[in-house]
Nanobody, 117 residues
Framework: QVQLVESGGGLVQAGGSLRLSCAASGDTIYIHTMNWYRQAPGKEREWIARFTRGGTTVYADSVKGRFTISRDNAKNILYLQMNSLKPEDTAVYLC???????????WGQGTQVTVSS
């Protein structure tokens, strides 16, 4: 069992920066992959970045070069550093985690990011 709590969302002007956090608790030692997703009103949930325990990172084209995913393995916190934010980045941002004991990922509740123009 894993619990995920996102934080760090808020209101920011276009061109600004924001750092999101996803704190994992519970049986975290066997988490091998974590992802950031986002969902804007009226749109499907969009995958935006992945981080594996070995440090491999992959990004969606929509955020590549602007967002950076990282993880503090000791603290079990996944981060998403968002730079050069655009109004189109406005969404609820969610993290998930894949655990070796479970077939489906665990999800957090999300944190709202609003980018004004």
């Amino acid at each position: 069992q894993v619990q995920l709590v996102e934080s760090g969302g808020g209101l920011v002007q276009a061109g600004g920066s924001l750092r999101l956090s996803c704190a994992a608790s519970g049986d975290t030692i066997y988490i091998h992959t974590m992802n950031w997703y986002r969902q804007a009103p009226g749109k499907e949930r969009e995958w935006i970045a992945r981080f594996t325990r070995g440090g491999t990172t992959v990004y969606a084209d929509s955020v590549k070069g602007r967002f950076t995913i990282s993880r503090d393995n000791a603290k079990n916190i996944l981060y998403l550093q968002m730079n050069s934010l655009k109004p189109e980045d406005t969404a609820v941002y969610l993290c998930n985690a894949y655990h070796s004991r479970y077939g489906s990922p665990f999800w957090g509740q999300g944190t709202q990011v609003t980018v004004s123009s």
